[in-house]
């Protein structure tokens, strides 16, 4: 069974960083798509970052190019997101996903497992 497990939302002034991590079990994590896509209030749900490629390709959204980084540690099976000057449009609930059979594509990847987000507003 595939579980997704976020962690390390909170909230922050603009300017702040914060980290997210994702504890993944239950498939292949090293050869999977795994992605962070977040969704604000009354506002569709979009990509952020992926990462694929045995962790050897990255993608972002262009809202968070270069303010946001992620990464996958294999051996603990754990995806993180690390956001650095957020702003207070970042506010969103933030949701880990892993490669598989589902309705969202994103970046070349089809997103079928999810976790239950985390929230992570920020603040002027």
């Known amino acids: 069974q595939v579980q997704l497990v976020e962690s390390g939302g909170g909230s922050v002034q603009a300017g702040g960083s914060l980290r997210l991590s994702c504890a993944t079990s239950?498939?292949?994590?090293?050869?999977?798509?795994m992605g962070w896509f977040r969704q604000a209030p009354g506002k569709e749900r979009e990509g952020v970052a992926s990462?694929?490629?045995?962790?050897?390709?990255?993608l972002y959204a262009v809202s968070v190019k270069g303010r946001f980084t992620i990464s996958q540690d294999n051996a603990k099976n754990t995806l993180y997101l690390q956001m650095n000057s957020l702003k207070p449009e970042d506010t969103a609930m933030y949701y880990c996903?892993?490669?598989?059979?589902?309705?969202?594509?994103?970046?070349?990847?089809?997103?079928?497992?999810w976790g239950q987000g985390t929230q992570v507003t920020v603040s002027s």
């Open positions: 990462i694929y490629d045995g962790g050897r390709t990255t």
């Open positions: 996903a892993a490669e598989g059979y589902g309705s969202t594509w994103w970046g070349g990847c089809q997103y079928g497992y």
């Open positions: 239950g498939f292949t994590y090293r050869n999977s798509c």
